[in-house]
């Protein structure tokens, strides 16, 4: 059973810098596509990235892009999500997703495992 767990969060001032990990256990993370979403109180989750195991092209959300960079390390089985020029509207819990298609979507249903998240505070 595919398991994933997500760590790296925390309180950041504006402007900061976090990288999230998402370690999987159970499975290869090589031969999955991997999406980040996030989830800010009183609002529906959201993607923030896309990245199809097919040729490793990571799609961005129009208001990450520049900021966010998405990453692998297959030998650590682990996905990184670098924030960098964070703001108070990144605040979120922030979750890793994957599922066995070679092609991923930014939709919540196209994947299969969800880690636990992990909080993202902005906030001088």
């Known amino acids: 059973q595919l398991q994933l767990v997500e760590s790296g969060g925390g309180l950041v001032q504006p402007g900061g810098s976090l990288r999230l990990s998402c370690v999987a256990f159970g499975a290869t993370l090589e031969t999955y596509s991997i999406a980040w979403f996030r989830q800010a109180p009183g609002k529906e989750r959201e993607a923030i990235s896309c990245t199809s195991s097919a040729d490793d092209s990571t799609n961005y959300r129009d208001s990450v892009k520049g900021r966010f960079t998405v990453s692998r390390d297959n030998a650590k089985n682990t996905v990184y999500l670098q924030m960098n020029s964070l703001e108070p509207e990144d605040t979120a819990v922030y979750y890793c997703?994957?599922?066995?298609?070679?092609?991923?979507?930014?939709?919540?249903?196209?994947?299969?495992?969800w880690g636990q998240g992990t909080q993202v505070t902005v906030s001088s």
């Open positions: 997703a994957v599922t066995k298609a070679t092609l991923a979507t930014m939709d919540s249903a196209w994947y299969d495992y």
